[in-house]
């Protein structure tokens, strides 16, 4: 009693220190054997009050073990979480149990007046048990337990099914109840695309969920509410709690103003973004409303296979892969299966209209807290109507978006030819327009609705977000040039709207390294490399440098790990296999006399600029060396830029050796000419390829017409006596529309134009083809001179007849003559003559028309 006399003492003088209590204490006491509870009720006699707020109370027990989960739904592994060791001393296990709105005469959830919490932004769920009340088993940082804690005595906290939490209290899980938990949870990778693994034949979800709480109520028939509610809960002594009441006393006891440390006004926002930096690094979020983490795509009677992958696709590329399995919900399937209580999101993406007992079924899921998603659908609710505008009917149009931070971001989407009228009726504060039409009606097209009282939500839009220029309904050149433009800012405004909904849309993990293989498409020159390398590795076959070592290793069998600084190198071509790489098509395109014999290929690396460095100067010259990779880490551009390397593009690095004496050795600024137009050359040289609208920028990029960058150019170069060695990086996009466009866009897009056949292209082949032209390219210049490739690089470029200004936008007018003998860009400007601009100390500015020094 004198305890919790204390704390209300020190609450009353010092209040906002009551979190930095609940904090101490914890951070204290998590190691011990002893358990912290906050709960709406009347503490146990065993139990220790630390600290009371309103009818909520912190306090400190017996330590309280859970061994036993086999009542309980696993969920997610949590990174934290191995069968073979139990959780780390830094986190905490818990269960937090919620109950309906409407028990208890509880009608509402958290105070809206105050900043409220998020359960799932603080915690990993394990398992949940389904009843009243609900139970969710989490793991959390000592801090992020704190957090959730607090916001409970505060009314702050929010669970994300809508149901108001009851009681949070920290458990110890033995190891047998990892092992299980472990074993339990479900493998995304082996998770089936059908919804019948969601809900079995004969044994659905629900029915899972009505046996658990039969089960429940059997057990807890003769039990008190707040007593033994965890059936499988062992007690033991705590003696620290003692310590602690002891300190706290005589730490009262002294108590003042002058010897209690002053905490600052916004202490707490700060430590709420500290937390959730820590949350960044530590914890892998998965957002949860007490469901398993499916979301579900209902494309009404529209069987065709294309839709759902179509629609899966674009969702994939915004939320976290890891963290959620997406389904086909079927026409037949919505009154049948029990998907209500096993899906976190619906995504409606139909334009047929919606029968009556289907629309009173996914208005039962956003009774019970589920979350909306409509694309061009006839799905409303609330008053809301939607008002049929043929002349919008599949139109790019440009969309006004009001974002969560007050911003507009304007984009242009195709529309689906309806807009929601502006009369809305009904409870007008329930319905937030997201978005207009930039015309003169600034027609509604994108609406956000609530729905009931536990935290059902639906965001209509009738802006095609799914769809990019690739789709049928992309008629001319302008709209696709349109979309392909705002395709960057599709994508931000979806992510934003599936964030708004609880989805969870951060970057997905950075791939793990991994090893290099040793190929070669002639098979004399890999024995010759073989041979070579024989003398110039240490005894462990190590060839050390200063950015990347390179271990070489016979097979993949030898345990060496993959750091960014030591690699090792598999020199057995036989067991080399890659689903994104074919050294038969790289061998196929490959005609050239030495550059890209030797191949250094890998999955993920850091940088290809990095893994020629330590063979590159001593090598003979006829063993070309090229590393290719899948994926970049580290990808690097011009200028100290990052160089974004998302899986499609095709990544390379390319070592040359030119001659101080030569055409090319008195003019190395025209290497990353002639790597660029190589790139264009390799795609518009094929037959039936010649009119893909691939372009080259001075000084080092490809693009798209002279709208959108599709890849570029790095080049390094080295003196060593009379030789310069040369490593070139170039990365273009082969395979991924986002975030910009890829060369296989350009294909399709003259496939619909044209009415032709043309196959897409792979990165291996282009890589092969980008060398042999390069080669090519070189030869013509060391015998010729410039002369002897600006025709055909003036053919592809797009700076023909183009006026810029300099170094600002109030800057000279000039002329774009065209490039120098040394690669320099010539502009005329009047009254001045021809004037040569360096490459290294400027940069083109496409969008502004633009050229400006470089900072």
């Known amino acids: 009693m004198l305890i919790t006399l204390c704390y209300l003492y020190l609450w009353a003088r010092w209040g906002p220190r009551s979190a930095a209590l609940v904090r101490s204490t914890v951070r204290r006491l998590h190691r011990s054997r002893c ?11 065993e139990e220790r009050v630390c600290l009371r707020i309103g009818g909520k109370v912190f306090c400190t027990g017996e330590a309280q073990f859970l061994d036993d989960l086999n009542r309980w739904s696993g969920l997610l592994v949590s990174p934290f979480i191995h069968p073979e060791k139990l959780l780390p001393a830094e986190h905490i296990a818990f269960v937090t149990e919620s109950i309906s709105a409407h028990t208890e005469n509880l009608q509402k959830g958290p105070d809206s007046s105050k900043e409220i919490v998020k359960w799932s932004d603080f915690c990993s769920p394990l398992a949940y048990k389904a009843g009243e009340p609900f139970k969710l088993i989490a793991e959390a940082s000592v801090d992020n337990f704190s957090s959730l804690g607090i916001a409970f005595l505060e009314d702050r906290l929010q669970m994300e099914n809508g149901m108001v939490p009851h009681r949070i209290v920290s458990v110890h899980l033995e190891e047998s109840a990892l092992k299980e938990l472990a074993q339990e949870a479900p493998s995304v990778k082996e998770k089936s695309t059908d919804m019948d693994a969601v809900t079995p034949a004969g044994k659905s979800g629900l029915g899972r969920a009505e046996e658990d709480k039969c089960k429940l109520e059997e057990e807890r028939g003769h039990e008190e509410r707040g007593g033994g509610e965890h059936h499988h809960l062992h007690l033991s002594s705590c003696q620290e709690c003692l310590q602690l009441e002891s300190s706290t006393i005589e730490s009262v006891k002294f108590a003042s103003a002058e010897n209690i440390p002053e905490l600052p006004d916004d202490c707490s926002s700060r430590r709420e973004e500290k937390e959730h930096e820590c949350l960044q690094k530590g914890i892998k979020r998965i957002n949860l409303a007490g469901k398993p983490p499916n979301i579900l795509i209902y494309l009404g009677s529209e069987a065709a296979k294309g839709r759902f992958e179509q629609v899966k696709s674009v969702l994939r590329e915004c939320i976290d892969a890891d963290s959620y399995t997406v389904y086909q919900l079927h026409q037949e399937q919505v009154l049948r299966d029990p998907w209500v209580e096993n899906s976190l999101l619906l995504l409606i993406a139909t334009e047929e209209p919606i029968p009556e007992g289907i629309h009173r079924q996914f208005m039962k899921f956003l009774s019970k807290g589920g979350k909306i998603l409509g694309l061009s659908s006839s799905f409303t609710f609330g008053g809301v109507q939607i008002k049929r505008k043929n002349k919008l009917r599949r139109v790019v149009h440009e969309l006004v978006v009001s974002k969560k931070d007050s911003t507009e971001v304007k984009l242009n989407l195709l529309v689906s030819g309806c807009v929601f009228e502006e009369g809305m009726k009904g409870d007008g504060s329930r319905v937030k327009v997201l978005s207009r039409l930039n015309n003169a009606a600034e027609d509604t097209v994108i609406v956000h609705l609530t729905h009931g009282s536990s935290g059902g939500e639906a965001i209509l839009s009738q802006a095609h977000l799914e769809l990019d220029s690739n789709s049928m309904d992309v008629q001319t050149e302008e709209d696709f040039n349109l979309l392909k433009m705002s395709n960057s800012k599709r994508y931000e405004v979806l992510r934003e709207i599936l964030t ?12 793990e390294l991994t090893p290099i293989y040793l190929l070669s498409p002639d098979e004399e020159i890999h024995l010759a490399f073989l041979k070579w390398l024989e003398g110039n590795v240490d005894a462990e076959g190590l060839r050390a440098s200063s950015k990347v070592s390179l271990k070489f290793v016979s097979s ?3 345990k060496v790990e993959v750091t960014p600084s030591l690699v090792p190198v598999i020199t057995e071509m036989e067991s080399f296999s890659s689903e994104h790489f074919s050294l038969k098509t790289y061998q196929q395109h490959l005609q050239t006399k030495k550059l890209g014999k030797i191949l250094l290929f890998t999955e993920v690396t850091t940088t290809t600029m990095n893994l020629l460095d330590g063979l590159m100067f001593e090598l003979p010259e006829e063993m070309g060396l090229i590393a290719v990779a899948v994926r970049q880490t580290q990808g690097k551009g011009r200028g100290g830029n990052v160089w974004l390397s998302p899986m499609g593009c095709a990544l390379s690095t390319l070592h040359l050796s030119i001659p101080l004496h030569s055409n090319l050795g008195q003019r190395i600024p025209f290497i990353q000419h002639l790597v660029s137009l190589a790139v264009v050359e390799a795609v518009r040289s094929i037959p039936g390829y010649e009119d893909i609208e691939l372009r080259v920028k001075w000084p080092n990029d490809i693009y798209y017409s002279d709208l959108m960058k599709i890849g570029g150019v790095l080049v390094n170069s080295t003196l060593i006596e009379t030789t310069f060695h040369i490593l070139i990086g170039f990365g273009f996009n082969v395979n991924n529309s986002n975030p910009t466009i890829c060369i296989n866009d350009l294909i399709a897009k003259l496939n619909r134009e044209e009415g032709t056949e043309l196959k897409p292209l792979s990165a291996d ?7 042999t032209v390069l080669e090519r390219l070189i030869e013509v210049f060391q015998e010729k001179g410039p002369n002897g490739v600006l025709p055909q690089y003036y053919k592809y470029w ?17 002329w774009i003559v065209g490039v120098d003998d040394y690669g320099y860009l010539q502009v005329h400007q009047e009254g001045k003559g021809v004037e040569s601009v360096h490459p290294d100390g400027n940069s083109f500015d496409m969008l502004r028309n633009l050229i400006v020094p470089k900072h």
């Open 798 to 814: 797009v700076h023909s007849g183009k006026q810029v200004r300099l170094r600002s936008e109030e800057g000279a007018l000039a």
């Open 765 to 771: 082949c282009l890589i092969a083809r980008t060398v």
């Open 556 to 558: 993949c069998e030898s």
């Open 35 to 45: 358990s912290f509870t906050f709960c709406a009720r009347q503490p146990h006699p």
């Open 500 to 511: 708004c909904l609880g989805l969870s849309c951060e970057l997905s993990e950075i791939p």
